[in-house]
């Protein structure tokens, strides 16, 4: 592995299902992020990680929560999709901790729920 | 609240030179970010910015003024790879970043 990986690439999935999205980084970096891409709005945030074993919620935490029990994954999951979650996801991570790093983004799943 | 405005989308010639301006209003400022996004692909860090003035890169220059809120990318010798999305980003007070929804950049021969 070299960077980010996510999977799965694309999914449909059934309004009401439950999905979790992977990433994974071999970077060793301390600090990783979601973002949901949706078209003529910018990236926002959903979930980061500061360090291995924290979370925060970021500006569109609802329906999605977030574990990080060691320092390559993070995974997202959505617990009961609704369409309103049909985006792109870009997972993140960066060396450190706090806006002034540049942040590595993974491929992206995109994710249709229907 | 908490705004960056990019224009939606530009066109330039190939070999031209085009500048693609952002303008900012925040809670608090810890620099500025430009990213380059093809279509169907993740961003990549292009620059970042956190004094006043211009960083050049090559054929991408960044620059930064924040008593205006305002940060421009340009780029040179325009070629058709260059057609991208181009997605400027501040950090705020909290250190989490705030994006734009990027500018389409179109190249024509």
């Known amino acids: 592995i070299a960077g980010i990986t996510q999977a799965p690439t694309s999914q449909i999935l059934a309004a009401g299902r439950r999905m979790t999205l992977r990433c994974t980084q071999d970077m060793r970096h301390n600090a990783m992020y979601w973002y949901r891409q949706d078209l003529g709005l910018g990236l926002r945030l959903i979930h980061y990680?500061?360090?291995?074993?924290?979370?925060g919620k970021g500006e569109v935490p609802d329906g999605y929560s977030v574990s990080r029990a060691n320092t390559d994954d993070f995974p997202l999951t959505l617990a009961s999709a609704v369409p309103s979650q049909t985006s792109v996801y870009f997972c993140a991570s960066s060396s450190l901790a706090g806006g002034i790093n540049e942040q590595f983004f993974g491929p992206g799943t995109r994710l249709t729920v229907l | 609240g908490q705004n960056i405005d990019q224009p939606t989308e530009m066109t330039a010639t190939e070999g031209a030179i085009v500048q693609i301006n952002c303008t900012y209003q925040t809670s608090g400022f810890n620099g500025l970010f430009w990213y380059q996004q093809h279509a169907g692909e993740a961003p990549t860090f292009l620059s970042y910015?956190?004094l006043d003035g211009l960083e050049e890169k090559g054929r991408f220059s960044s620059f930064l003024s924040r008593s205006k809120g305002y940060s421009y990318l340009l780029l040179k010798e325009l070629q058709m790879k260059d057609s991208a999305s181009y997605l400027c980003a501040v950090s705020d007070s909290n250190y989490q970043l705030i994006w734009g929804a990027g500018t389409k950049l179109i190249i024509k021969p």
């Open positions: 910015n956190v």
């Open positions: 990680s500061n360090t291995a074993g924290t979370t």
